[in-house]
């Protein structure tokens, strides 16, 4: 399956401020996607990243607020915009195997705590 | 709109024992259904995955099934660890996204 990096594992910023963070996967893959987790719930998507095309979000989520890149095929950055305490989660990209039959695989996150 | 439900929320055993966590959705018109473990503050380890075709898949201590017509899936744990201790996360996978359940929290005391 695709191996994902993700980075940062954590952090903690101040409200107002922006973090972007990066996935980089060790195949080519059609589709990224974006998943938030706050605490204590399951997975939310934010949206899906085409590359070469405009991200596609899920409702509730604006681009504005939830800026994403794709500028290859290997490579995604999800920026968090003017953040606010409601905005610290796990956030973690997910790629679909580039083999058939074998699932999505997710980065290892990154824990975010907006102060 | 496709919700997936996953009973119990917590469980806590003894070592050893053999448990079984569920997962319900909505809708059958799944492409397929994903188990994920989740250690606290840590990203996704996929588990299994049941292609919507099959009836379950096993991997060593674990076995899931896939029933779509009465839409459940369920992960049997057999022989439970200590290090099995963490979230248990089912996914569906529908037309383009999945849809994540609630997850069961499971301790496995020593």
């Known amino acids: 399956s695709a191996v994902i990096s993700q ?5 903690i910023c101040q409200r107002g401020t922006s973090l972007t963070i990066q996935c980089q996967v ?49 490579f995604s950055t ?38 | 709109k496709q919700e997936v439900t996953q009973i119990p929320a917590a469980l806590s055993v003894p070592e050893g024992e053999n448990l079984v966590l569920n997962c319900s959705f909505t809708d059958s018109a799944i492409y397929n259904l994903q188990w994920f473990r989740q250690d606290p503050g840590k990203g996704l380890t996929s588990l299994l995955l049941i292609q919507s075709s099959q009836r379950e898949q096993t ?10 017509s009465s839409g459940r899936s ?3 744990i057999a022989a439970s660890q200590p290090g099995d201790s963490a979230t248990y996360l089912c996914a569906v996978l529908g037309t383009y996204k999945y849809i994540f359940g609630t997850g069961t929290r499971l301790k496995v005391l020593a």
């Open chain 1, 7 to 11: 980075k940062p594992s954590r952090d």
């Open chain 1, 26 to 74: 060790d195949s080519q893959v059609t589709m990224m996607f974006w998943y938030r987790q706050q605490p204590g719930q399951s997975l939310t998507l934010i949206a899906t990243a085409n590359q070469g095309s405009e991200a596609t979000y899920e409702s509730g989520f604006v681009i504005d607020k939830f800026p994403i890149s794709r500028p290859n095929l290997t």
């Open chain 1, 78 to 115: 999800l920026t968090v915009s003017n953040m606010s305490p409601e905005d610290s989660s796990i956030y973690l990209c997910s790629v679909e195997s580039p083999r058939d039959r074998e699932g999505y695989t997710f980065g290892s996150g990154t824990r975010l705590t907006v102060v």
């Open chain 2, 59 to 68: 991997s060593g201590r674990l076995n899931a099934s896939l029933d779509k």
């Open chain 2, 74 to 76: 369920t992960l049997y």
